[in-house]
């Protein structure tokens, strides 16, 4: 079966440390991979997408994700933390359908 | 409008009782999708539209939910007979493209619904 799984619930870094959050898939064919945000009362926002173009993808708010077929993983990055990235993140696939299936969720704390 | 609006943003009700959730869509967009979301869980799929045709259906949970959206763009999501294990939040999101696996989608900010 076709899934993500977004390896921690909960990641907290100090502000201005880099900032890693996991992903893997599972997928018979080259899934097109996602990375949304959703901050308190608000909808979920995409940061970035992969589509089978290039294996690097840039992304808003200085996040970046590395297609990395051979782990299977989707990784987000950011080479440093502010306040505001304190959300929830959540890795999500289309698996050639419409629908969008997201993971459980990573909710990232930023400490002072 | 802006973006996708949701309304009400809070609905409680007691069990057994009729909810009808809304979702308006940013004014163009040819896609409308249904997503639940439980407390720690990420959205789960319900529901798509492309114009006023639902496409798939696959995710309502069982047949005390429907959904519509009789003239490609309002959509209303009705749970029949309320239960209480239907307590979650219900997100809508829309697209301007009818959709390839690879769309951009727009969330409103939800309902939250509690079942007593």
């Known amino acids: 079966a076709q899934s993500v799984t977004q390896l921690d619930s909960h990641v907290s870094v100090s502000e201005g440390t880099p900032v890693l959050l996991r992903c893997n898939y599972s997928s018979s064919y080259s899934p097109s991979l996602f990375w949304y945000v959703q901050h308190p009362n608000k909808g979920l926002q995409l940061l970035l997408k992969?589509?089978?173009?290039?294996?690097l993808v840039k992304g808003i708010n200085g996040f970046e994700a590395e297609f990395k077929k051979s782990e299977t993983s989707f990784h987000l990055t950011k080479p440093s933390a502010h306040m505001s990235d304190a959300a929830e993140y959540f890795c999500?696939?289309?698996?050639?359908?419409?629908?969008?299936?997201f993971g459980t969720g990573t909710q990232l704390k930023v400490e002072l | 409008g802006a973006g996708v609006s949701q309304s009400p943003r809070y609905k409680v009700t007691k069990r057994g009782q009729d909810v009808a959730l809304r979702c308006d869509p940013i004014s163009g967009h040819v896609s409308l999708y249904w997503y639940r979301q439980a407390l720690g869980q990420g959205p789960e799929f319900l529901t798509y539209?492309?114009?006023?045709?639902?496409?798939?259906k696959s995710g309502l949970p069982n047949d005390r939910f429907s959904a519509e959206r009789p003239e490609g763009s309002i959509s209303t999501l009705t749970i029949q007979r309320t239960e209480q294990r239907d307590s979650a939040m219900y997100r809508c999101a829309s697209s301007p493209t009818l959709g390839q696996g690879e769309e951009k989608l727009f969330f409103g900010s939800g309902t939250q619904l509690s079942v007593l």
């Open positions: 539209f492309n114009y006023e045709a639902q496409q798939d």
């Open positions: 999500a696939f289309t698996g050639g359908g419409n629908k969008l299936t």
């Open positions: 992969y589509t089978s173009a290039a294996t």
